[in-house]
């Protein structure tokens, strides 16, 4: 995914263990954050799957080796460390030995809806631990937690300030600031000064009063009165 704004993509690997069709229709219904999920494809061979885009989520078969021999959900991982794997395998066994080796979650044949749902409720969660989703006033992003350096408000606006020097523009604040970073409660390197700025502390190379100097050489000021609470954090955070 490499920082890219990107709506949840997945991929399929096919298999007769799980009807394609009527998982890709149970995967728009059910969808992630109460959207439908775009851009399924379905891949017929390990490598065309591993030569196409990223995707957050795949369904592999369970032990599909590539043509170098590698498992395909280890060259899966390897080529996409982000992404989420289910496991599909007729054999509950072998389904649960895919799960632990490479996998977020296994399907076993048959497959029921409400097993189907219960998976993508986990996969869910995970996507939660790990991305967080922007809206604007036209459409909505996907970001790596971990790309996100900090967040602050210009004028009734968030903004995202990424690693790599891009800034993403999200909604216009109509509530209270927190209620639009709740996705980022699941990390406790991200902290909030104040009222309107969020850090990612695992981005930041030093803290000198009320500046805050990050690894890539970004430098933003917080506020003076909020100084005292920063580098309680920051001293926190290197204990």
């Known amino acids: 995914m490499k920082g890219e704004s990107t709506l949840i993509k997945t991929a399929i690997y096919n298999s ?13 219904e059910y969808g992630i ?16 799957l591993l030569a196409g885009p990223a995707a957050h989520i ?6 599909t080796y590539t043509e170098d021999n590698q498992l395909l ?24 030995l895919g799960y632990r080796f490479h996998a977020a979650a296994c399907l076993t044949q ?13 996969l869910e969660n995970l996507i939660k631990e790990r991305f967080i989703i922007v809206y604007t006033k036209t459409k909505r992003f996907i970001l790596r937690c971990k790309d996100i350096q900090y ?18 523009t999200g909604q216009t604040l109509r509530t209270a600031y927190k209620r639009y970073i709740k996705q980022l409660e699941y990390h406790s390197n991200f902290v909030t000064i104040g009222l309107s700025v969020t850090i990612n502390l695992d981005e930041v ?21 909020h100084q005292k609470e920063l580098e309680q954090l920051w001293y926190k955070y290197l204990s």
Request: charged content about 30%; aromatic content about 10%; proline content about 3%.
């Open 205 to 225: 190379d030093t803290v000198e009063g009320s500046k805050v100097i990050f690894k890539n050489g970004d430098i933003i000021y917080i506020a003076a009165k």
């Open 73 to 96: 959900g280890f060259a899966v991982r390897d080529k996409f460390p982000d992404a989420l794997i289910v496991c599909m395998a007729e054999d509950a066994k072998d389904a649960f």
């Open 33 to 48: 954050e109460h959207h439908k999920l775009v851009d399924v494809k379905v891949y017929d061979s390990a490598s065309d």
């Open 151 to 168: 967040i602050n408000i210009v004028g009734r606006n968030l903004c995202y300030h990424l690693v790599t020097g891009e800034t993403v």
């Open 16 to 28: 007769l263990t799980v009807p394609v069709d009527a998982l890709k229709q149970l995967l728009k």
């Open 58 to 63: 795949y369904f592999l078969k369970g032990y």
């Open 110 to 122: 048959p497959t029921q809806k409400s097993e189907l749902e219960e998976i993508l409720t986990d």
